[in-house]
């Protein structure tokens, strides 16, 4: 009795149940991305233009990236409580849009809308930083894969979304707006008490390597399965009862990964307390921990950061000899007059920074404008993705959708999965990651300018790729620069960025364009889809092209940026992880 007791409390304690439970939150916490499939319905039933839409478009963004509010309470509340306050603020907001789409209450003013809208959405940063707070805790030496996969879910909830939407076969789109008010909360408030950390960094196994293979290997065959599904259910017309084994048989993969803490709890695997502290070391070298001496320390600059590799080449206890021989030389030459000593200014590279300590630093702000740029350009399309297809001669505009959700998860996953290979395996900065998926997000934007046949279907792919692979590799480089101590307030201000880039690419520029070419063409007559009392249409590769453009430039800059915080951090991210490689290479 006494061991099934303890093997329980073991269960519910392992970490990659936390993992798990936050997989399955995650995978209905992206409600923002689909918001290419409700802002039609809404722009009918409710007779928007363009322009209001697109400010439902940046309200919506900011209710996605406002998350200061989330990570404040997550340093006074449970974490449990958290997600209870994000499920509420999900239901509350999108279940009162879909009351007034559906004309069971009274259409409020637009500003009132964009409240709604607001709140709603803002249940997403509750999700995301509980989930991605808990888990980076808990696997601290894994921080690009655990980023990855859990944004990744979050992009492919689109998709997951839409097929449990197929299964209602509803003809009202209004039907998607309620589901996306009861789903996320009800699935929040089923799991909170299992999100939390769990001292995971005591949990180290040799297998935890097979674990996270055996989640990619989930991440890749749902990826491929979704996308088969969407594909076959766009081309072939499907009884109700194939949709619901389709959607049957994704549940099951789903569920595939909560075998591994079963596993790991039954397994009699264990770690020895020299292996756990071998695997710490690094940690305990990225994160040092404060002290009194720290305060007091004399150092002649910053310096000290770039560090030369002959300098880490001397053992540490030779090294902390010279330190300590170099500092008392100094003390006495400042007694003497001889030097003006300087004495260390807040943490450096690598170790715990708060938020006020990071935004003084430039490194901090390539992140956030790289990422405003990057990431405001793809979520620009993705928000547009409905009037995109639309004016293009596209009937079903759900397609497209779920297909960037899949891309997106593809990214997000292929993001955390190839930057962590470039600084575990070469000690290059993560950033480099980011500054191939801008160029990549480049040629998606001119293909979906372009609006060739089939162009469109290449474009949501590339761009997809691109955007999702934003939010695996920035979250992990603010952690290793500025440390995991204050990880959720830094987290939810570069979030910040996103709806800034959103308002200006979508709020201000593609919604001023579209409304322009709609006009031109409601009054020359050249559009047999506009009706007189409708919101007005805009039809032809022209709606979009010049903003296609435009965002290309911008991702182009946006690459240029990365480049220049790869040039800036290629020390910090030698002093983090060449270290441990080049002992590991000397021992082999």
């Known amino acids: 009795m006494g061991m099934c007791n303890e093997k329980l409390v073991g269960f519910l304690n392992n970490r990659w149940l936390v993992f798990v439970a936050a997989i399955w939150v995650q995978s209905c916490a992206g409600i923002g991305y689909l918001f290419g499939s409700i802002s039609p319905v809404i722009k009918t039933n409710l007779s928007y233009s363009q322009r209001q839409i697109a400010r439902l478009g940046v309200a919506k963004d900011l209710g996605d990236s406002v998350g200061t509010l989330a990570g404040t309470l997550l340093e006074i509340l449970p974490f449990w409580a958290t997600l209870l306050v994000g499920a509420i603020s999900n239901f509350v907001g999108y279940g009162w849009i879909w009351l007034i789409v559906t004309g069971r209450a009274p259409v409020l003013p637009l500003w009132a809308m964009c409240v709604l809208v607001f709140v709603g959405t803002n249940g997403e ?7 991605l707070v808990s888990c980076v805790q808990n696997f601290p030496k894994s921080r690009g894969p655990v980023v990855g996969i859990l944004k990744g879910f979050a992009g492919l909830s689109g998709a997951i979304l839409t097929q449990i939407y197929a299964i209602m076969h509803s003809p009202d789109s209004a039907d998607l707006i309620f589901m996306i008010a009861v789903g996320p909360a009800l699935v929040a408030i089923g799991l909170m008490f299992f999100i939390k950390p769990v001292a995971g960094h005591r949990q180290v196994r040799q297998s935890d390597a097979m674990s996270f293979t055996t989640v990619y290997g989930v991440c890749l065959l749902l990826a491929a399965y979704l996308m088969g599904v969407m594909l076959v259910e766009d081309l072939v017309t499907l009884s109700s009862t194939v949709i619901a084994i389709f959607t049957a048989v994704m549940f099951v993969i789903l569920l595939i990964p909560f075998l591994i803490p079963v596993a790991s709890t039954l397994s009699s695997e264990t770690t020895t307390y020299a292996e756990q502290e071998a695997l710490l070391q690094p940690l305990h070298r990225q994160e040092p921990a404060t002290s009194e001496a720290d305060g007091n320390e004399v150092i002649l600059s910053e310096v000290e950061d770039e560090k030369s590799e002959v300098e880490d080449s001397v053992p540490a206890s030779e090294r902390q000899k010279r330190i300590a021989q170099l500092q008392a030389k100094l003390l006495q030459a400042a007694a003497e007059g001889a030097v003006r000593v300087q004495r260390r200014k807040g943490p450096r590279r690598g170790e715990d920074f708060t938020l006020g300590q990071a935004l003084i630093k430039a490194d901090f702000w390539l992140i956030f404008l790289s990422h405003l740029l990057g990431s405001g350009t793809g979520l620009t399309v993705i928000d547009n993705l409905g009037q995109m297809s639309e004016s293009l001669g596209y009937d079903n505009t759900h397609i497209f959708v779920s297909l960037i959700s899949i891309w997106n998860f593809l990214g997000r996953v292929g993001g ?7 600084v575990r395996d070469y000690a290059y900065p993560r950033p480099i990651a980011m500054a191939i998926a801008q160029l990549l997000m480049i040629f998606g934007h001119l293909f979906i300018g372009m609006g060739w046949p089939g162009a469109m279907y290449i474009g949501t792919l590339i761009t997809g790729l691109g955007y999702g692979a934003h939010w695996a590799i920035v979250p992990a480089t603010a952690s290793e620069l ?11 201000f570069i979030t910040l960025s996103t709806p800034m880039g959103s ?22 007559h050249l559009s047999q889809l506009q009706s007189s009392n409708g919101p007005l249409k805009c039809v032809g590769t022209i709606c979009f092209s010049l ?26 991210y030698y002093n983090l992880y060449g270290k441990s490689r080049s002992s590991t290479l000397c021992v082999n």
């Not at 955390?416 to 470039?422: F, H, K, M, N, T």
Request: net charge positive; proline share 0%; aromatic share 12%.
């Open 125 to 131: 940063t509750y999700f995301n930083t509980v989930s």
């Open 416 to 422: 955390g999965y190839l930057s962590e290979i470039a």
């Open 482 to 492: 500025f440390g995991l101590k204050k990880f959720a307030a830094l987290y939810n």
């Open 503 to 524: 308002l200006i690419f979508s709020g201000l520029i593609t919604s001023s364009i579209y409304d322009k070419e709609a006009e031109k063409q409601a009054l020359n």
């Open 547 to 572: 903003t296609c453009m435009i965002m290309a430039v911008f991702c182009a800059i946006a690459g240029i940026l990365s480049l220049v915080l790869v040039h800036r951090t290629r020390g910090v």
